[in-house]
């Protein structure tokens, strides 16, 4: 089943949304109608959130190339845990989705796509940075094939 294309995005998914499902509890069970502790909690949520991206994106990027786990992978997996925290997410915390309004729905899209957005960036750079993704390793690769190889002398 782990080999299956679509586990990976669904498991990322998951997990994202499992982050969220934590943080609400957190907020119902815990800080019921304070609103500083639950803003807390709340950007507390999107920064593992982005944390967790950034963990994945750097695992990801050393195994396969950015075309075969950038949109495929993370793309739908982000797409779909931040679905399923803005339309799901609320009934854990005996809200609605759109209970506040769309400012507040559209606010919850965009400081997850932000912090999805930043999370995957510094995870790439990170791997970039310490020459840990793919390309950098397969131009190392090439570079010590290359050299291993003597050079060829011509007899005329």
């Given amino acids: 089943m782990r080999q299956q294309r679509w586990f990976a995005p669904a498991a990322l998914a998951v997990g994202l949304f499992a982050i969220n499902v934590v943080a609400r509890l957190v907020i119902r069970l815990g800080f019921d109608g304070d609103d500083s502790a639950e803003s807390r909690a709340t950007i507390i949520m999107f920064g593992v959130i982005g944390l967790t991206l950034a963990v994945w994106t750097f695992l990801a990027s050393q195994r396969k190339r950015p075309s075969d786990w950038l949109l495929p992978d993370l793309v739908f997996g982000a797409?779909?845990?931040?679905?399923?925290?803005?339309?799901?997410?609320?009934?854990?915390?005996?809200?609605?989705?759109?209970?506040?309004?769309?400012?507040?729905?559209?606010?919850?899209?965009?400081?997850?796509?932000?912090?999805?957005?930043?999370?995957?960036?510094?995870?790439?750079?990170?791997?970039?940075?310490?020459?840990?993704?793919?390309?950098?390793?397969?131009?190392?690769?090439?570079?010590?094939?290359?050299?291993?190889?003597?050079?060829?002398?011509?007899?005329?």
């Avoid at 729905?105 to 957005?117: E, H, N, R, V």
């Avoid at 010590?144 to 011509?154: D, G, N, S």
């Fill in 79 to 156: 797409a779909g845990g931040m679905l399923l925290t803005v339309l799901v997410g609320p009934f854990i915390s005996g809200g609605q989705p759109f209970k506040g309004g769309a400012g507040d729905f559209f606010s919850q899209i965009w400081l997850y796509a932000g912090f999805a957005i930043v999370g995957t960036l510094l995870g790439y750079w990170l791997a970039v940075m310490l020459g840990r993704d793919y390309r950098s390793r397969s131009l190392k690769a090439y570079t010590e094939r290359r050299a291993a190889k003597p050079r060829r002398v011509v007899r005329r």
